[in-house]
């Protein structure tokens, strides 16, 4: 193999100093080689990103290098140690011989240049004098990572782009010097499925046409093994193992990576539920709309626009069963949520009833008020996405868990205390830890008490949006098994909103995708993938990576149904946003919205 | 971005016209007014022929007419008797404490408080815009420590208490002058260059003493700002396109932060005008400050209404001024609506 562009060996990192010095990053070495891509894999804290950080000195303050050296060797040019590299070294090679993406490309960006002018910039530092050229040669750039209109992007700011335009932007910004090196920290992960794929096979035609050593910071494996030659894979700060993609992922050595493997969420077909039909609905929704004005320019509201969140959506959720709403960002999945909740009204027209199973009472959902309220908000019960912003973090997970029985006044706070720890230790963690405060608790060990706190009053209905897309991947997996046992045992009804496919295939029995407002697909799980039908659908599986390095992304499927653009789908599918296709029944209970 | 102008210009005109309404309600709330009063005091005298004056008086400023006439009167949308106009016509009215019409009463204390309050303002500005950054890139040194205790000390020290003591050290170190704002040998004189030079300099006294307080808020203010976006990931974004150190804080944080720091300049104003009430009679400031005092405990409505409206007037403006600023400095307020 030809000699490395980038280095680094024995590489260790320190938080902090004295007795509170803590390593995270413990003799890591890898090497990134020109046109090939280097996968750092790892779950949260393992030090992956630190160790990235690291190869462009742009750890934080309170972190330092240890020991180890980090070598850089230009085509044709001397060896290099970054380490004891000083400021003025390491700043002529940030942006020009070594580029970084950043996960989340709105944050990353600044809301008060143009694209045109941020991008501009890494030119101008380095070396570009004329900025007619620099111009020039950002237009160009822009053209090559996929910009429809490269004059127009010139000259947008960041909140007028779409989150998958953001990043194809931080590309050409990292790429505009051709860097030897491109450094890409989780350059996907904030984004939806089709869109992830779309910019993976950017970065690659990106790596094609400059011949850059590629370090792709990532936890999916499904990502790395559709763009990564090698891999490295972290934890808690050391290399597990290391190796090419091939041999790593089909025939992986270490526990820990064929645990990350067995985690990842893949479709088994044979393993998707086929429920029998049923009629005993727990909540039914007919005819669901909901239309949000955008605040128009001006004292009055002039030019205000009509944005439809929902559009006649018709869901049934049989008792018992998991009804999966699986669409990307904004495809109006939460605010079906939320209308289910009561928590946002329909627009006028709507039929939504939950069916009462102890009073055997059919109630309507948006017009709910007093007694019969509150005991639809004791049935009915939500898990939130993000655990760390979900629970209050000044109260010990006592409160958390008996404050909904001390609001519905269920029981004295003995018992409370008493069931609170019967259903913490039901969710997998240790009762004797019901004083603590969340920041005590990991991730996973958060949603398990989310989760916790939202059977507290014993629902019927729970309504999870995202539950685990904040989590690492085997968290998730251990997270979807425990909400399938609960289901069983707490004889529950789910409402399960994911953007992932995968996610859902085991535990829902029928699923709906959704996309602009609108459900373009609905089916018991099995007959859905067994024969996805819509475009868009088919786009969604295509692209949700796999693990293993025989299934690439299909980026045909993809770009027919990518986009969420109606217009754009192939006939039978196409139609007008103003004027949708029906849903039409392909097989029993199978509907694809498609005219004739 | 003119209509989004038009648009703050109008909502201030309706604001202003709001506030005049309340500002002659709050005046008139006490009972009687300054004649009335007058009148009684007369009275309780036996002096005959001066009430009569006063209620001639009374009459002319149609002081005996119903609360919300009187309002319209004031402002000029209705006709006064013997052809008093109103404000919307340039006529201020009568000061009837100081037996003038407004216009004369206050004369260059309208444009000095402009001054007085502008330095005031730009010496914040020039000051806390440094030192604030300064704070929050070094947090937690020494630097930012003496910056907070000065900053602290500003805060805490009386205003009057700190006009007195510069006052004393300025004219016996630095011979500044004391009092006033300009040598009372160019007061009514026409505008020259030694009288210009004489108000600059009889200026650096209140504009400390009136500034420190706000410096120190400011300070603060964009000492935490700053640190809150200099956390963020787009000025490690700016470190690895491998800009230096002070241009990458220059140009994407601090810029950010400056957005409250603009913002606020509509919030300052009054309270610098209001904080410089006691400063002005201290420091024998010829300001409106003063001259609201009298007016406002004598009822001499007009001249406090003048006044009062005036001041509402200048945080408009202020107001205004930052609305444009911001609209200039972040382009999310100025293309809100563009392209979606």
Not at chain 2, 51 to 78: C, V
Not at chain 2, 249 to 269: E, H, M, Q, S, T
Not at chain 2, 314 to 327: F, H, N, R, W
């Amino acid at each position: 193999m030809s000699e490395p562009i980038l280095s680094v060996s024995d590489l260790a990192i320190c938080f902090g100093r004295g007795r509170s010095e803590n390593e995270v990053v413990s003799g890591v070495s890898l090497s990134l080689h020109a046109g090939k891509t280097l996968a750092l894999v790892g779950e949260s804290g393992s030090g992956k990103t630190i160790t990235g950080r690291a190869m462009m000195g742009l750890l934080p303050a309170k972190a330092r290098i240890t020991r180890g050296q980090i070598n850089y060797t230009p085509p044709g040019g001397k060896t290099e140690n970054l380490v004891d590299a000083s400021t003025r070294r390491l700043r002529a090679l940030r942006g020009c011989e070594i580029g970084m993406i950043f996960q989340e490309p709105m944050s990353s960006l600044s809301p008060f240049h143009t694209i045109g002018a941020q991008v501009k910039e890494g030119l101008l530092l380095h070396g570009e004098k004329d900025d007619r050229t620099a111009r020039e040669r950002c237009i160009e750039t822009f053209e090559k990572v996929g910009f429809p209109d490269p004059n127009r992007a010139y000259d947008a700011y960041p909140f007028e782009l779409s989150g998958g335009m953001r990043q194809r932007a931080m590309i050409a910004m990292a790429t505009i010097c051709r860097p030897a090196v491109l450094i890409a920290d989780e350059p996907t992960t904030a984004l939806d499925v089709t869109t992830q794929a779309l910019i993976l096979d950017l970065i690659q035609k990106r790596q094609e046409e400059t011949g850059m050593a590629v370090l792709l910071i990532t936890h999916d494996l499904g990502v790395v093994s559709n763009i990564a030659d090698n891999i490295t894979v972290l934890r808690k700060g050391r290399v597990m193992e290391a190796g090419t993609a091939r041999d790593l992922l089909t025939d992986p050595r270490h526990p820990y990576l064929k645990r990350l493997i067995d985690a990842a969420p893949d479709v088994d077909v044979s393993a998707a539920h086929n429920p029998t039909p049923s009629s005993d609905f727990i909540v039914e929704a007919r005819n669901v709309s909901k239309t949000f004005t955008s605040r128009g320019r001006g004292l009055f509201g002039v030019g205000s626009e009509k944005i439809h969140a929902l559009r006649d959506v018709d869901l049934t959720i049989p008792r018992g069963e998991t009804v999966a709403l699986v669409g990307e960002s904004g495809s109006g999945k939460s605010t079906l949520a939320n209308v289910v909740l009561h928590a946002t009204k329909p627009d006028a027209g709507a039929s939504l009833t939950y069916h009462c199973e102890d009073t055997g009472k059919a109630l309507n959902i948006p017009e709910l008020s007093g007694t019969e309220l509150t005991r639809f908000r004791r049935e009915v019960q939500v898990v939130f996405q993000d655990p760390y912003a979900s629970l209050s973090p000044r109260m010990t997970v006592q409160d958390i868990l008996a404050e909904p029985l001390a609001i519905h006044n269920v029981c004295d706070v003995a018992e409370r205390r008493d069931r609170s720890a019967a259903m913490l230790k039901r969710v997998g963690l240790d009762p004797s830890h019901l004083g603590r405060f969340p920041h005590a608790f990991s991730g996973g060990q958060r949603q398990r008490i989310s989760i916790a706190r939202a059977l507290m009053l014993q629902p019927k209905l729970l309504i999870c949006d995202e539950p685990t897309s904040a989590l690492d991947v085997s968290v998730q997996a251990q997270v979807l098994e425990l909400l399938d046992e609960l289901r069983e045992e707490f004889n529950l009804s789910y409402l399960f909103i994911s953007h992932d496919l995968a996610v859902v295939s085991r535990l829902a029995d029928e699923i709906a995708v959704m996309c602009r407002g609108a459900i373009v697909e609905q089916a018991p799980a099995r007959a859905l993938f067994e024969n996805p039908s819509h475009p868009y659908t088919k786009a969604l599986m295509a692209a949700a990576p796999d693990p293993h390095p025989d299934h690439k992304l299909d980026l045909n499927a993809i770009a027919l149904g990518a986009g969420a653009r109606p217009e754009e789908w192939p006939a039978p599918y196409r139609y007008d946003r103003a004027n949708p296709a029906p849903l039409r029944e392909v097989d029993p209970r199978h509907f694809v919205r498609m005219t004739a | 971005m003119i209509r989004y102008l038009g648009q703050r210009f109008l909502t201030m005109l309706v604001t202003l016209a709001i506030v005049s309404a309340l500002v002659f309600w709050i005046i008139n709330l006490p009972p009687g007014d300054y004649l009335s009063n007058q009148i009684a005091e007369l009275r309780a005298q036996g002096e005959a022929a001066s009430i009569e004056q006063a209620e001639f008086l009374r009459q002319q400023y149609s002081l005996d007419q119903p609360l919300w006439k009187q309002y319209f009167i004031w402002l000029g949308a209705m006709p006064g008797p013997d052809g008093y106009t109103g404000l919307l016509q340039g006529d201020f009215g009568w000061s009837f404490e100081f037996d003038q019409p407004v216009k004369d009463v206050l004369g260059e204390a309208l444009w000095l408080t402009c001054l007085v309050n502008l330095a005031a303002l730009l010496f914040i500005y020039i000051v806390s815009l440094p030192l604030g950054a300064i704070a929050a890139v070094r947090a937690g040194s020494w630097l930012d420590y003496l910056i907070a205790i000065i900053g602290y000390i500003g805060l805490a020290t009386p205003n009057f208490l700190l006009a007195l003591i510069l006052l004393y050290y300025g004219q016996i170190y630095l011979d500044l002058p004391v009092g006033g704002l300009m040598d009372p040998s160019f007061e009514g004189e026409p505008l020259s260059w030694a009288k210009v030079k004489s108000v600059l300099a009889h200026l650096i006294v209140p504009t400390i003493v009136i500034g420190t307080a706000g410096t120190a808020a400011m300070i603060r203010r964009l000492r935490a700002n700053l640190l809150d976006e200099l956390g963020k990931p787009y000025v490690v974004t700016a470190k690895a396109k491998g800009l230096s150190a002070t241009k990458r804080v220059v140009k994407y944080p601090l810029r950010a932060a400056l957005n409250p720091f603009v913002a606020d300049i509509g919030n300052l104003l009054p309270s610098l005008v209001s904080g410089s009430v006691l400063v002005s009679v201290v420091l024998s400031l010829p300001t409106l400050g003063p001259a609201l005092l009298t007016a406002l405990r004598t009822q001499d409505q007009y001249l406090a209404g003048f006044i009062l409206l005036f001041v509402s007037a200048l945080t408009l403006i202020g107001m205004l001024v930052s609305d444009i600023l911001l609209a200039i400095l972040d382009p999310r307020i100025r293309f809100g609506g563009r392209g979606k």
